[in-house]
């Protein structure tokens, strides 16, 4: 019986391969949503099936399948009551200037939820002041608690974070905790183990595995939410660990932003929190919650909270920064630990300079992801070349995502000035209207200005082998 030897088996699977990359290149024109994209996958998988193939079933995906038609299939009908009930309350917003009510218009579109007047919004500067309001929030708990972090570490503030929930659930509160897969990687199982054993209902945000033919492991669920029986929520840049307590050798101080909020805004954020739940829970019931809003609070600021991520129709994670920087008039300070725009967001800053609009980024002088601190340097040189201000923060290392526009919008939250953000992450920020918190935004950001130190276009090194890792660099810019 003839019988193919090995060599001759490898030599029949190169033309399938092959073939296999031609229909997967006809997919990726189709797909692709930037011509750029589709011709960088359609060369890769016609030429070197080999490694393309793999790598574009993996991470080629740009949109994350099921979420959305899941939530819709079995629980719309419950979200339209709750939100029936928030405008039934009647939070009015105060007047608004023009350009400022059509950044709303788009806010509120994005959010899918109503900006809401009466709320009060506090600045909680770096983890010595977010963790212990954090930690004295879950324990004045009297109902329920939710909670969402792309990390949480089996650390001090970690295990301070668990031993919290742990007590909470325990005193008969009920306690729901969603941590994205990938960003607790390493983290044992044991360390979730113990809270669920405790009455915590602990579920992992894993989008891996197939869903119409395609793996979906590229995605991140990057919010960061805590919500205190429906009347207090905190939300921002911070993960749960000692990093951002200054405790690492490596970063040293560590600067971040928090945000607490008390109002009817924060029924919009358990609303995207029940949402995720119902998905990284495999379709289980969702929280018996209050959504009745309290018609006695009076805070001074409108607030909406926006959610964006890959399971939306729209391109939600851009839209936040284009809607926000086609507002302003005057200026627009920006704080982000990654400058990796994609081509409409940093088009629409080089626009808003020509228009006269004060431009100024902070970001980190110390390199965190190596990749990305280098793939940075592709767009700085054109950013500086154009009037966009560069300020590198060099007292530590910064991770706040801040953007202040004008003197009366501004956003704290959890989305980067980069395509993972804008692309492939789920994110969260609280979009506020009102110059009272704008003001101490400015301040706030005034301080770190002050520990900055503005870069000149000469700053950027343009050695060819650095051009080269730069350019290199880039390419991985989605899988960062």
């Excluded at 806010?107 to 109503?114: H, Q």
Aim: charged share 20%; with cysteine.
């Amino acid at each position: 019986m003839f019988e193919l030897t090995t060599a001759q088996q490898g030599l029949m699977l190169i033309p399938f391969l092959h073939g296999l990359g031609i229909l997967s290149a006809l997919h990726a024109v189709l797909k692709c949503r930037t011509s750029e994209g589709a011709i960088a996958w359609g060369l890769s998988l016609v030429f070197f099936p080999y490694l393309a193939l793999p790598a574009y079933w993996a991470f080629g995906k740009d949109k994350f399948t099921g979420y959305v038609r899941r939530f819709k299939k079995h629980q719309q009908a419950r979200r339209n009551e709750w939100l029936e009930q928030v405008r039934e309350a009647g939070p009015t917003v105060a007047p608004l200037t023009p350009e400022l009510d059509q950044a709303r218009i788009g806010f509120e579109r994005l959010a899918d939820f109503p900006l809401t007047h009466g709320n009060q919004v506090d600045l909680l500067i770096d983890g010595e002041q977010a963790y212990p309001a954090m930690l004295e929030a879950i324990a004045s708990a009297r109902t329920y608690i939710l909670a969402e972090y792309f990390i949480i570490l089996d650390d001090g503030i970690g295990n301070k974070f668990k031993q919290a929930l742990m007590e909470r659930a325990q005193a008969g509160v009920k306690v729901y905790l969603i941590y994205d897969e990938f960003g607790c990687l390493g983290i044992s199982r044991s360390f979730f183990a113990e809270m669920s054993e405790a009455g915590v209902e602990v579920v992992a945000f894993a989008p891996g595995g197939w869903t119409k033919g395609r793996l979906q492991i590229n995605f991140r669920n990057h919010r960061k939410i805590l919500v205190v029986d429906g009347r207090l929520a905190q939300v921002g840049g911070l993960n749960i660990g000692d990093d951002a307590l200054g405790l690492s050798d490596f970063y040293g101080y560590w600067r971040d932003t928090n945000v607490s909020l008390t109002g009817p805004a924060v029924l919009g954020i358990q609303a995207v929190f029940c949402r995720d739940f119902y998905w990284a829970s495999g379709g289980r019931d969702i929280p018996e919650i209050d959504w009745t809003p309290n018609p006695d609070h009076n805070g001074p600021d409108a607030a909406v909270y926006v959610a964006a991520g890959p399971a939306d129709q729209t391109d939600t994670g851009t839209a936040i920064f284009l809607n926000s920087i086609a507002s302003a008039r005057r200026r627009i300070w920006l704080a982000t630990p990654y400058f990796l725009p994609t081509e409409p967001v940093l088009s629409a800053l080089q626009t808003a300079v020509l228009r006269g609009v004060e431009v100024k980024v902070i970001m980190p002088f110390k390199r965190d992801i190596l990749l990305a601190y280098l793939a940075a340097f592709v767009y700085l040189p054109e950013a500086l070349q154009c009037g966009i201000e560069i300020h590198r923060f060099k007292t530590g290392y910064t991770h706040q995502k801040v953007m202040l526009i004008d003197d009366e919008l501004c956003w704290v939250g959890s989305s980067n000035m980069d395509a993972r953000s804008m692309d492939l992450n789920f994110e969260g920020n609280l979009v506020v209207f009102g110059q009272r918190f704008a003001k101490t935004v400015e301040k706030m950001l005034e301080l770190d200005f002050e520990r900055c130190q503005r870069m000149k276009p000469e700053d950027c090194p343009s050695g060819l082998l650095f051009r080269f890792a730069v350019r290199f660099a880039r390419l991985f810019e989605k899988i960062l």
